[in-house]
């Protein structure tokens, strides 16, 4: 048994909007990640498990290593089929919003998402919700929002209807947002859900090659000249650097996802306490961030790159050149050390 921690009220009133509904649509963030993609398919299995016409529109693409999922290919790329994705964005009885804390983060979708006048139910794990909404469920401890829709449809008395498909698309979720159950995964009751997850006919196996070790010749090579070449250990401050510009992706034909995973490598390193990986984009520097015990990196992001996260996997951006950026890093680490990681080696 998994403990009650969702409030009966929201239970009640989702319960209501989703039975009163006939057609949803399921949205997430942009450039969704495992967890979005995997509660967005999960969902879709349940509501269309209940005779619910149900459609998952993303923003734009996701991450090739998760089209395998059931029900992936059925997603609608709002970067290839705009108006249809807007059209049922406004035009569904109920707007399952998941993953995501305020409307900017639909990115392309969101002038559809504030003018649809369907009642809207949010289910997230990130801090600070911003979107109005007629349900929100909203729990930042919680390790990855595929674990919290996970809770809500048991509380909402669907259990039996997840079937082998959603059981892999949450398990997906759970363990992408936990590094494979590195981090953000001290909660007793998270093993309880696998094992749950597990008997509706999951293979975590299959997930773990397909979700962490499938990788193309480039995507190795990339991730080889990354550790050998760019890696930089700042030892007095207990932190490590990997920064990687468009010509070095470029050289190695770096498509969406080749980089995953690398943030968490320099972590293996015996007093690294914090990760940082600078990628360099058309638009800005893009910032990802992990860390071990106490040292919160969301913290480190929030007030140094305009972003945020949990705990121990954040992330934001740089306006500037890379080399602005990594200068922008190393001209605050002393602040940094002295602010968010020595408190934590005592």
């Known amino acids: ?39 967005s398919l999960a969902a879709a299995q349940v509501l269309g498990a209940l005779g619910k016409d149900v459609h998952v529109v993303v923003p734009d693409s996701f991450l090739s ?10 997603i609608v790329d709002a970067a290839k089929y705009f108006d249809f994705a807007c059209s049922l964005v406004k035009d569904c009885d109920l707007l399952l919003c998941l993953d995501f804390n305020e409307p900017g983060r639909v990115g392309r979708l969101k002038e559809a998402l504030l003018a649809s006048e369907a009642p809207k139910i949010l289910i997230d794990h990130h801090l600070n919700p911003q979107l109005e909404a007629d349900v929100l469920i909203s729990h930042p401890e919680m390790a990855a929002t595929a674990y919290l829709l996970f809770r809500v449809i048991c509380r909402l008395e669907l259990f039996n209807f997840i079937d082998r498909r959603g059981a892999e698309c949450i398990l997906a979720g759970m363990m992408t947002d936990t590094g494979n159950f590195s981090y953000n995964c001290s909660d007793p009751e998270l093993y309880i859900v696998v094992a749950e997850l597990m008997r509706k006919g999951a293979d975590k196996e299959k997930l773990n090659r397909q979700l962490f070790n499938t990788f193309s010749a480039n995507c190795l090579r990339l991730n080889a000249y990354a550790v050998f070449k760019k890696m930089e250990i700042f030892k007095e401050q207990h932190m490590a650097l990997i920064a990687l510009s468009r010509d070095e992706l470029n050289r190695f034909h770096y498509t969406r996802g080749d980089t995953e ?10 007093g690294v306490e914090a990760s940082v990986f600078m990628r360099q984009e058309s638009d800005c520097i893009r910032v990802s961030m992990r860390s071990l015990g106490d040292v919160s ?10 972003g945020g996260g949990h ?26 050390y002295k602010r968010f990681i020595a408190p934590c080696l005592k």
């Not at 290593?65 to 059925?74: F, I, T």
């Not at 995973?261 to 015996?270: D, E, M």
């Not at 990196?297 to 305009?306: A, L, Q, R, T």
């Not at 705990?311 to 940094?336: K, Y």
């Open 1 to 39: 048994m998994i403990s009650q921690q969702l409030e009966e009220k929201s239970i009640r009133k989702a319960k209501a909007l989703v039975d009163s509904a006939e057609k949803v649509t399921v949205i997430c963030h942009t450039s969704p990640d495992g967890d979005a993609i995997g509660s």
């Open 65 to 74: 290593n998760l089209s395998a999922l059931p029900g992936a290919k059925e």
């Open 261 to 270: 995973g690398l943030v968490n490598r320099p972590l293996a390193i015996p």
């Open 297 to 306: 990196v969301k913290d480190i992001c929030s007030e140094y790159f305009n």
């Open 311 to 336: 705990v121990n996997a954040a992330g934001g951006e740089f306006r500037g050149t890379l080399d602005e950026a990594v200068e922008h890093l190393r001209s605050n680490l002393p602040q940094i």
